[in-house]
């Protein structure tokens, strides 16, 4: 498996890690076609604070990107490697960052020279995925894949990581068995049951109200009163 890597935290526990995988372009910066340069590089609104929280949950964040301007002859590594670079600074701004960087720098048609061919790296085949699985001992079971893309969503699935996940800046995913308070049951006292709303009981409309006799018939009934009476 040939591709290229740039990793900052190498594996250093025997214990399996989370991690949430991202998607680089549209996901964490806007979506330019074929982006290198620096000053074009611009963070969607809330991917900062997104992948500080993730970290700060416990995940690893991972940035898998397919570069395919770098066989189509548009910029190197190079250029590649000084965006992470740079997007690397200006997380720190933020208090965070991401903890390796996977490029898959071919394309099967497209590409020249040793670029321009059929790889397990190109998403959506797993192979970027499964590389910092085994260079930073990721659980993928427990792991997630976040992407605008169906070869993001197709990537993660291929690997084994959860999802799909898709669309804009990443979330956190909720801790290990804990639901959001949406989908929370409310539980009945003593452990029983989920409780449910009481049905509310139909009620009887009142009786419609009769009609006021005529003015005629009322004076009729009154004098028929008065004749029994007398």
């Known amino acids: 498996m040939n ?36 000053e074009d590089f611009v963070f969607i609104p809330g991917a900062p604070e997104a992948i500080r929280r993730l970290r700060e949950a416990g995940y690893l964040v991972i940035v898998v990107t397919n570069q395919s301007g770098v066989a189509r002859g548009y910029f190197g590594m190079a250029e590649v490697e000084a965006l992470h670079r ?20 071919h394309h099967p048609t497209a590409g020249r020279g040793e670029y321009r ?31 605008d893309k169906r070869a993001d969503v197709e990537a993660g699935r291929r690997a084994g990581a959860r999802g799909p996940r898709t669309g804009g800046p990443a979330r956190a995913p909720p801790a290990a068995g804990r639901r959001g308070p949406a989908a929370a049951p409310r539980r009945a006292p003593g452990g029983g049951g989920p409780v449910r709303p009481p049905r509310a009981r139909p009620t009887r409309p009142p009786p419609p109200a009769r009609p006021a006799a005529p003015p005629a018939r009322a004076a009729s009934a009154t004098r028929r009163r008065n004749t029994a009476s007398s």
Not at 5 to 18: A, E, F, K, Q
Not at 90 to 104: I, S, W
Not at 128 to 133: D, G, K, N, S, V
């Open 117 to 147: 061919r059929e790889c397990d790296c190109r998403k959506g085949r797993p192979g970027l995925l499964l590389q910092a699985a085994a260079e930073h001992g990721i659980d993928l079971a427990n792991s997630f894949m976040v992407g």
């Open 3 to 38: 591709m290229t890597s740039r990793t900052t935290s190498p594996l250093d526990s025997p214990v399996p890690r989370r991690a949430v995988f991202l998607d680089r372009d549209g996901t964490i910066n806007e979506e330019k076609d074929y982006l290198w340069r620096t």
């Open 86 to 105: 740079h997007m690397q600074r200006e997380l720190a701004r933020f208090g965070t960052a991401v903890d390796g960087f996977y490029v898959c720098p």
